[in-house]
């Protein structure tokens, strides 16, 4: 199966990944996980977990776009949060409120939170992956 890797306009370039890859035939999107960086790898909202996580999401949301896909393709998101607690649970809901409004959006796939003692960056609080499906 032939697989398209791709670094979406608008997202930062890794050098050691691609952003999105592209199985051909199925159609099947596997986004990396999202950190709230901006465009210029310039990171969104330190300290502040429901801008963070606005910020990650509005990043899939370019990623699937530089695909052809919105957020009505995805089939599974996973998100990975910083020293987790349930009392955090009003600013992740917030964030994903304020990114769906921004998309005009509402993100309601399957989901995973998984609470984790760290990210690659100490600044980072969170971090999305997505999984889409595309005709």
């Known amino acids: 199966m032939a697989i398209a890797l791709v670094n979406p306009g608008g997202l930062p370039v890794i050098d050691v990944y ?3 890859s592209v199985a051909s035939g199925s159609k099947l999107v596997f986004v990396a996980g999202q950190v709230a960086w901006d465009a210029d790898g310039v990171t969104v909202g330190k300290d502040d977990l429901a801008a ?3 910020q990650c999401y509005l990043n899939v949301g370019t990623a699937l776009s530089e695909v052809g896909g919105t957020f009505a393709d995805l089939a599974k998101l996973t998100v990975h949060v910083v020293d987790w607690t349930p009392d955090k649970m009003p600013l992740l809901l917030a964030g ?3 990114a769906a409004a921004r998309l005009g959006v509402t993100p309601a796939p399957p989901a995973t939170l998984l609470g984790v003692a760290a990210l690659d960056v100490p600044e980072h ?3 999305v992956e997505a999984v ?3 005709d």
């Open 18 to 20: 691609r952003q999105v």
């Open 132 to 134: 889409a499906v595309l």
């Open 125 to 127: 609080l969170v971090e």
């Open 52 to 54: 963070q996580v606005e």
């Open 96 to 98: 994903i409120d304020r």
